[in-house]
Structure formats: structure tokens, C-alpha cells
């Protein structure tokens, strides 16, 4: 494990490599010490926010543009997100490929992507406090790293290990568990070992964000920032992967505390910016901050002009489009004709097409990319308490949303089983572009099923039309470099 400081344009960006020497700058011509980094809090100021600016940046093929990026290949694992080409990205992922190809490129930059992250945040954590400045600034930075830490290692553990079983001892093999620097490849740690030490990173991080304006010190919303709010909606994601419903439930609702539910009209804006209300957690992405050919947008909005865009639209399963009533404002983010979609000059108009996300303009891919919202929070309380038995608290927490969406909406009369297969149908509905998908079916230990959809077999071959949720599939593979360069790992995914 190898690492180095660079000090980027756009202000102190830490870059960590995990176990790769071919990521080594032995002395960049922009580098600065670690010393220097954390002389002071404002500097250390500098790189947390060189991580926010990780999240979305291009790290390497167009595919690789950070976490809008990773959401992307994530819903294309699912059932929800159609393929219309044969040939364009993400096509051996949406075929099940990529991430059982120990070599592939874009398995090799997921992993290094939170690992990368991991580092930067455990150079912050180890550093922060003998800083100068005010114990304000100091909590606030060291709170942020702590939850970056815990995030990234969740998103890893559900990747790159089986799924956690409640109730059970989960001592398969997990992921490395990195909390400190160091150029020694680690073994890895048990999915309980990564979870405990995920949940005590939470729990550190929410103490140490409480009170933490994060307005104070950048412009506008600054939600690319993480406050106590967002610290709290991760511990809400863990607690539902990990089947511990009654603390899901508890951190959602405290967590959307002070955040509103957007208006119709501004579900239909094109979920670009990170000013709406209901934008908990957020990339935040300067109009000169262009990426071009590799934003989330240059992928899954309707209107930019690039070549997946014209060629290779995103569709929605029609089955799915089919339960949103007509009065339901989310059946505008998709045409079942295709006719309104706002496709650039020559591009696709298809079936079922989106209309969800739109980038700033033909010629701009830029906009916000969003990582957490408030209706997802009422949508892990809703399901945290039907899973309890608690049907009045999940029908409310359910109604409060729905009611948002469609004026039309009727309180549900279902209970038990029912009550969450219909709150996991509104998941789908309401999350559709913004990567839980395949997560989702892997937590509820379900199959990937695109049978009888609208999918075209011969887009995702006939491996990929149905998957058994007791697949090794559902593994990602660790990248070969990995392998390699740490022998500390254990074994492969095989």
C-alpha cells in the first residue's frame, strides 16, 4: 500500500492507493508533505474537501467518474435500468461480467475508489488533532473522515464479500479493514469485523458533527459536505443492511430532521441540484468544473449530447413504470411512448425513456449528483418497521411520502410480507438511477429476475436474464493487482 499528498487545483486533494505500486509519485512536482497538510485545521480544511471532490471527478475510462460512476453500475446489476445497444459502457456490467473478471478495469477502480478514500480519510484521523486551530474546525474535519471511512468500507464489505445475515456469526471473509496509514497490504477482516468497526466510526463521527454548521465555511447548502444529519442517514443504511430494524428506523427519522420533501414541481426539474430541500448529502459541481464525457450525467440524463446519450438512452423495466398511478408525479420521470423525451439533436427516443435527470444544457454534462435524500430516509423507516410488525409506524412513514407524490394517494390497508414487498416496489420507484438496486436485492438475499421484461436478451445475454440469490455471483471478485501485490489476502472471491 502505497500513498502520496497532491495538492490539486482546486485546492488540497489527498490521493491514497491501496497495495499498487504503479500509483506511486515518489516526488510530484505539485506534492506536499503530511506535515504541511495538517499544520493547521484550515488546512486540513483543504483535505476533506479534496475528498467531496473525489466523489465525482473522473478517475480513469469514462465509466470511472466517481460515485456517480459506481451508482450507475450498480443499478445496472438490477432489473430496473435497461440496456438499449449492444455496444456501449457498462455493457459488461449490465451483462454480469465485469465484476466476476478479476482484471477488469472498472473492478479494479471500484475497489481502489473507497480504498483511495479510506486512506485520504485515515491520514485526516491521524493527524486532525495535533493540528492548530479551533476544537470546532478540528471536530468537524475529523467527524467527516470518520463517516467517509465508514461509508467506504460499507460500500466495499457489501461489494466485495457475501451479504450479512442476521442473526448469524458472519465470519466469512469480509474486506481489509484500514484504519490507520500504512504500505502493508492488510488480510482480510470478517463482515462482522468490518461492520463493528463501520458502526464505531458512525457513532464517533455523529458525536464529533454535533453543532457543525456546514454552511460556515462554503457557499450556499456546502451538502457536499457531511453533517450529523448525513452521519446519522449512514448509520440508518447500515442498520437496515445488517437487519437491525428498530435502530434503522430510529436514525432515519432523526436523520431527515430539519430537510423537506421537494414539491411536484420540482420533482421534474431534473435532479440536478443540490439546493433542493430534500438533498441531504450531495456533489456540489461548479459549471468550470466540467467533466465532459465522464459525469453521471454524460450517462443517465435525457437531454446531453454525447454518444450513449444519443445512441444508448436509459430506460426503465416497464413493469415497474406500469404500477405508478397516472397521478403520481414520478410516472413524468419517464414516456411509456418516448415521444416527449428531450433527447439531443439525433438521438433515441425510446419506449419507457427517462426524463429523471437532466444535465445543465446539450452542451454541459455538468450538474449535482445525489447521494442521500429525505425520501429515502422515510423509505428505510417504513421498511424498518414493517419489518417489526409495526404497521401503523411503517403506513405513516410510507403515506407521509406517497402522499407527497400523488395527491391522489390512499393510505395502504396491506400488512405483514405485503406491507414490504409494496414499500420495496416505491424503493425501486422513487431510487431508480441513484445505485441501490443491486444493493437492495443482495441485503434481501433476492434473485435478479429480468425475465419477461422489457429487456432484450441479446443486449445482456442469457447468463444475465435470472440470477439465484445464493449465487457466488452476487460477489464481486478482488482485483487480480490486489492479489498480487497483498499477501495478506486470503483468498478470491471464486
Same mark, same amino acid.
Not at 197 to 224: H, M
Not at 252 to 271: H, K, P, V
Given at each position: 500500500m502505497r500513498r502520496n499528498i497532491i495538492l490539486a487545483a482546486a485546492g488540497l486533494t489527498l490521493l491514497f492507493s491501496s497495495c499498487k505500486e504503479d500509483y506511486l509519485e515518489v516526488n510530484p512536482t505539485n506534492a506536499v508533505s503530511e506535515a504541511d497538510v495538517f499544520k493547521t485545521s484550515n488546512n486540513a480544511w483543504g483535505a476533506i474537501n479534496g475528498m467531496h471532490r473525489a466523489m465525482y471527478f473522473q478517475w480513469g475510462n469514462s465509466d470511472q467518474a466517481g460515485q456517480g460512476g459506481m451508482m450507475i453500475h450498480m443499478d445496472y446489476m438490477g432489473e430496473d435500468l435497461i440496456f438499449t445497444t449492444s455496444n456501449q459502457w457498462f455493457i459488461q456490467t449490465y451483462r454480469w461480467q465485469m465484476h466476476r473478471t478479476a482484471n477488469a478495469s472498472s473492478l479494479e477502480w471500484a475497489y481502489y475508489l473507497y480504498y483511495r478514500l479510506i486512506g485520504n480519510a485515515n491520514m485526516i484521523i491521524g493527524n486532525i488533532d495535533g493540528a492548530a486551530g479551533p476544537a470546532a474546525d478540528k471536530n468537524a474535519v475529523k467527524g467527516q473522515a470518520l463517516a467517509y471511512r465508514a461509508w467506504a468500507h460499507h460500500q466495499l464489505v457489501q461489494l466485495f464479500a457475501q451479504r450479512y445475515v442476521p442473526g448469524t456469526a458472519n465470519d466469512q471473509l469480509?474486506?481489509?479493514?484500514?484504519? %490507520?496509514?500504512?504500505?502493508?497490504?492488510?488480510?482480510?477482516?470478517?463482515?462482522?469485523?468490518?461492520?463493528?468497526?463501520?458502526?464505531?466510526?458512525?457513532?464517533?463521527?455523529?458525536?464529533?458533527?454535533?453543532?457543525? =454548521?456546514?454552511?460556515? #465555511?462554503?457557499?450556499?447548502?456546502?451538502?457536499? !459536505?457531511? =453533517?450529523?444529519?448525513?452521519?446519522?442517514?449512514?448509520?440508518?443504511?447500515?442498520?437496515?443492511?445488517?437487519? #437491525?430494524?428498530?435502530?434503522?428506523?430510529?436514525?432515519?427519522?432523526?436523520?431527515?430532521?430539519?430537510?423537506?420533501? %421537494?414539491? =411536484?414541481?420540482?420533482?421534474?426539474?431534473?435532479? =440536478?441540484?443540490?439546493?433542493?430541500?430534500?438533498? %441531504?448529502?450531495?456533489?456540489?459541481?461548479?459549471?468550470?468544473?466540467?467533466?465532459?464525457? !465522464?459525469?453521471?450525467?454524460?450517462f443517465m440524463s435525457a437531454n446531453f449530447n454525447s454518444t450513449n446519450i444519443r445512441t444508448a438512452p436509459k430506460v426503465i423495466n416497464s413493469e415497474l413504470y406500469e404500477m405508478i398511478p397516472g397521478t403520481d408525479v414520478r410516472s413524468k420521470m419517464w414516456d411509456p411512448t418516448g415521444a416527449t423525451i428531450p433527447a439531443p439533436p439525433g438521438g433515441r427516443k425510446l419506449p419507457y425513456g427517462t426524463k429523471k435527470f437532466l444535465a445543465k444544457g446539450a452542451s454541459s454534462s455538468v450538474g449535482d449528483v445525489v447521494y442521500m435524500r429525505a425520501a429515502e430516509m422515510y423509505l428505510i423507516e417504513a421498511e424498518a418497521y414493517a419489518r417489526l410488525g409495526r404497521t401503523v409506524n411503517a403506513v405513516t412513514a410510507l403515506s407521509t411520502l406517497l402522499r407527497n407524490r400523488n395527491p391522489a394517494y390512499v393510505a395502504t390497508t396491506l400488512t405483514g410480507a405485503a406491507l414490504v414487498d409494496e414499500i420495496m416496489i416505491q424503493r425501486r420507484i422513487e431510487l431508480w438511477g441513484e445505485g441501490f438496486r443491486f444493493l437492495d436485492l443482495k441485503r434481501t438475499n433476492s434473485p435478479l429476475d429480468r425475465r419477461g421484461l422489457n429487456h432484450n436478451e441479446a443486449f445482456a445475454t442469457p447468463d444475465a436474464m435470472f440470477i439465484p440469490a445464493n449465487s457466488n455471483l452476487w460477489q464481486f471478485l478482488i482485483p487480480q493487482s490486489e492479489i498480487n501485490a497483498n499477501k495478506a489476502i486470503q483468498a478470491q472471491n471464486d
Open positions: 469480509g474486506v481489509p479493514l484500514l484504519t %490507520m496509514t500504512t504500505t502493508e497490504g492488510q488480510p482480510r477482516a470478517t463482515v462482522e469485523e468490518v461492520y463493528a468497526q463501520i458502526n464505531q466510526d458512525l457513532d464517533e463521527a455523529i458525536t464529533l458533527l454535533e453543532g457543525y =454548521n456546514r454552511t460556515l #465555511r462554503a457557499a450556499a447548502t456546502a451538502k457536499s !459536505h457531511i =453533517n450529523a444529519n448525513v452521519a446519522r442517514g449512514l448509520k440508518a443504511r447500515v442498520a437496515l443492511t445488517q437487519g #437491525r430494524w428498530a435502530d434503522a428506523a430510529r436514525f432515519a427519522a432523526e436523520a431527515r430532521q430539519g430537510f423537506s420533501l %421537494m414539491s =411536484n414541481a420540482q420533482y421534474q426539474e431534473g435532479f =440536478n441540484d443540490v439546493n433542493n430541500p430534500e438533498w %441531504m448529502w450531495g456533489s456540489d459541481q461548479a459549471d468550470d468544473q466540467q467533466t465532459f464525457f !465522464h459525469s453521471f450525467f454524460a
